[in-house]
Nanobody
Framework: QVQLVESGGGLVQPGGSLRLSCAASGSIFSINAMGWYRQAPGKQRELVAAITSGGSTNYADSVKGRFTISRDNAKNTVYLQMNSLKPEDTAVYYC?????????WGQGTQVTVSS
């Protein structure tokens, strides 16, 4: 089992920045990849960014150049640095871990971009 706890969401003005954190615990040795997803009201959940155990990353076109996913193996934590935020980035952001033991999700953290 893997447990994921997100933090770092909040209210920010357009053009601002936020950093989300996802702390993993449990059977972290079995994790193959981790990612951030988001779901806006009335929309489907979508991939924002992902990072593999080998360090490869990929991003949704809508966030390329603005968001950066990274990880701190010593802290078992994955981060999502979000810069130049836009109102359309408003959503609940979820952390996901793909592990040999299963597919795990965090509880989500709200990000609201508004003036």
């Amino acid at each position: 089992q893997v447990q994921l706890v997100e933090s770092g969401g909040g209210l920010v003005q357009p053009g601002g920045s936020l950093r989300l954190s996802c702390a993993a615990s449990g059977s972290i040795f079995s994790i193959n990849a981790m990612g951030w997803y988001r779901q806006a009201p009335g929309k489907q959940r979508e991939l924002v960014a992902a990072i593999t155990s080998g360090g490869s990353t990929n991003y949704a076109d809508s966030v390329k150049g603005r968001f950066t996913i990274s990880r701190d193996n010593a802290k078992n934590t994955v981060y999502l640095q979000m810069n130049s935020l836009k109102p359309e980035d408003t959503a609940v952001y979820y952390c996901r871990a793909l592990a040999r033991s299963g597919d795990y999700w965090g509880q989500g953290t709200q990000v609201t971009v508004s003036s």
